[in-house]
């Protein structure tokens, strides 16, 4: 891997650790990109040089193909390397989680459903399934199919809810 790759892996596995970490081949991923940003960055350097001025000193020309280098570094790995977006924040993966889960009004359609056909009342092992799924005690499912209103029941327990929801949350996250 050359210096290009391993100033790639460095980068995102700082910036970017959940994606580094569903790389099947990390390695050979790195090596690839490494030798990409390295012929890009040859040949925009070359683009980039220019024509020696008459007169040129040497320490003029290796300042003029040395700026050439660092800027076609700079706008190679800006293209390919540096991760503009960051990982999520948590604060900010809470907001997206909570726009997209399933909301706690689902409960209460689960109970209303089960209220409204008796005959379909859930095995013990779905009520656990359940809680578990939910991060609720199945104590509090029972409750939930036993209120006479189950919405007014999830309104009622509003701190079982939220902390039901940071478990799953947390879940999700790991």
């Given amino acids: 891997m050359n210096r290009y790759g391993q100033l790639a ?3 995102w596995e700082q910036h970017a650790p959940s994606r580094v970490a569903t790389m099947t081949d990390r390695e050979g991923f790195f090596t690839d990109l ?3 940003v390295e012929a890009q960055v040859v040949e925009l ?3 980039l040089e220019g024509t020696p001025v008459d007169g040129e000193s040497y320490p003029q020309t290796v300042g003029r193909l040395t700026n050439a280098r660092m800027r076609a ?3 190679v790995l800006t293209e390919l390397v540096w991760i503009e977006t960051p990982e999520l924040a948590l604060v900010e993966a809470r907001e997206e989680w909570e726009a997209t889960r399933t909301p706690d009004s689902w409960l209460a359609s689960w109970a209303e459903r089960i209220q409204d056909a008796p005959e379909t009342e859930p095995a013990t092992e779905e009520v656990e399934d359940l809680a578990h799924r939910w991060a609720v005690t199945p104590e509090l ?3 939930l199919l036993q209120a006479e209103i189950p919405g ?10 939220a902390e039901a929801a940071n478990i799953r949350f947390l879940r999700e996250q790991t």
């Fill in 9 to 11: 892996m460095e980068h």
């Fill in 34 to 36: 490494g030798v990409q």
């Fill in 45 to 47: 350097t070359q683009g």
């Fill in 73 to 75: 570094e700079a706008i």
């Fill in 141 to 143: 499912l029972y409750g």
């Fill in 152 to 161: 007014r029941f999830l309104a009622e327990n509003p701190g079982v809810l």
